[in-house]
């Protein structure tokens, strides 16, 4: 009874706090973010083989839209993202695929929301989530329907730590009914990483694929 209460106690506290204020509070601490490294974990399910792949490896993202997804389970990759386009590198199989953004994740909201929040408003509904606004830590659980239809998200949902202002969880599904879910931890901010750990060449002998 007493967990109960004291539960309902922050979907109260957390009521009472602007969902603007929030919001602005989140974009904020992204445009003071000048790079970023964390430990994640994804699991993607794929609905029409009812099956999920979960997937963990250290992420490293440095502003303005560059990131290096480094898979470490179960399958060794890098993935590179940058303005000019996306880099997938299987090291045990010596084998490099090479995408548009856009190709890439079949949409523009994906891609811009993944490369950085970006103002949220301008692409979203935003709205506390329902029925609980808030996770059982007191994180903030909030919901972002797109404004325009796009095929690669249908529904975000984000969690945002209550203290950081950091975005700690993220999900998507998209109009197919595919739920991609990321969550992050050991987030470190602004340890000045360098730009060449971005920079991506496929190494001799490495077989390159353009996909469409």
């Known amino acids: 009874m007493i967990c109960l209460l004291f539960f309902h106690a922050l979907q109260v506290w957390a009521q009472t706090v602007s969902l603007d204020e929030l919001v602005s509070r989140t974009q904020d601490r992204y445009e003071k973010t000048q790079d970023l490294k964390a430990k994640f974990m994804q699991e993607i399910h794929i609905k029409s083989m009812n099956r999920v792949e979960r997937e963990e490896g250290i992420v490293y993202i440095k502003n303005p ?14 993935l590179f993202i940058t303005p000019q386009g996306a880099w997938l590198y299987i090291p045990q ?93 050991e987030i470190t901010i602004n340890s000045m990483l360098s730009e060449k750990l971005f920079n991506f060449k496929p190494p001799p002998g490495t077989e390159v694929f353009k996909m469409p």
């Not at 839209?65 to 890098?78: E, F, G, I, Q």
């Not at 190709?103 to 979203?124: C, Q, T």
């Open 65 to 78: 839209k560059r990131m290096l997804w480094h898979y470490t389970r179960p399958k060794v990759k890098k």
């Open 93 to 185: 199989d010596r084998v490099v695929y090479m995408q548009s953004l856009e190709n890439m994740y079949r949409s523009k909201l994906a891609v811009r929301f993944l490369s950085g929040i970006e103002k949220l408003r301008d692409d979203f509904h935003i709205s506390f989530s329902k029925p609980d606004p808030v996770d059982s830590r007191g994180n903030y659980l909030i919901t972002l329907i797109p404004k325009e239809s796009d095929p690669g998200v249908n529904t975000l949902f984000l969690t945002i730590d209550k203290e950081s202002y950091q975005v700690t969880k993220c999900s998507f599904s998209d109009l197919y009914g595919n739920v991609n879910r990321i969550q992050f931890t």
